[in-house]
């Protein structure tokens, strides 16, 4: 064997190991990825809480203006509407509309029996996550819009 056919040798066997440092590293960042547990419990919440907010099909306040997103229709919270407003399997539910004292004017939910019991303890269950979100509001009661929060408690099975 000459010096060139052994110098291509060792220069593929170089070029080998690259690839295969390249590789592993690619797979082991992969194989990391595809594992790694999302917590989407408060990005679900956020999604919720302006779905409630800013839909038709929700908590907005329309009248023969049009539809003023952002104002909550007092009248339109209630456990009916809020189930048909979202709904997702595993996944309940408390909407409160509170003034600025701090006094609830009205809450409906979409929880059922276990989520109920378990919503207190929730962060003590392992299998639940649980977030609680809160923000500024307008609401129309009556006539009057007045400033108000809403509260939105979600209780998620996830084990």
Do not use: W
């Not at 003023?68 to 909407?95: A, M, R």
């Not at 809403?150 to 996830?158: A, F, R, S, T």
């Amino acid at each position: 064997m000459s010096k060139k056919g052994i110098f291509n040798i060792v220069e593929y066997i170089v070029y080998l190991i690259f690839i295969i440092i390249g590789a592993s590293f690619i797979a082991i960042v992969a194989f990391g990825y595809l594992n790694e547990k999302i917590d989407t419990t408060n990005l679900e919440a956020f999604i919720l809480t302006k779905k409630l907010i800013y839909s038709e099909s929700c908590l907005a306040f329309k009248d023969n203006l049009g539809l003023h997103k952002g104002i909550i229709d007092i009248q339109k919270v209630d456990t009916s509407k809020i189930i048909s407003c979202f709904t997702k399997p595993n996944l309940g539910y408390i909407v409160s509309i509170s003034n600025l004292d701090g006094k609830i004017i009205k809450s409906a939910s979409n929880l059922n029996l276990k989520q109920q019991l378990d919503l207190p303890v929730c962060k003590t269950i392992k299998q639940y996550k649980c977030h609680s979100r809160t923000d500024i509001i307008l609401y129309k009661e009556g006539e009057e819009t007045k400033t108000g929060f809403i509260n939105i408690e979600v209780i998620n099975l996830v084990g």
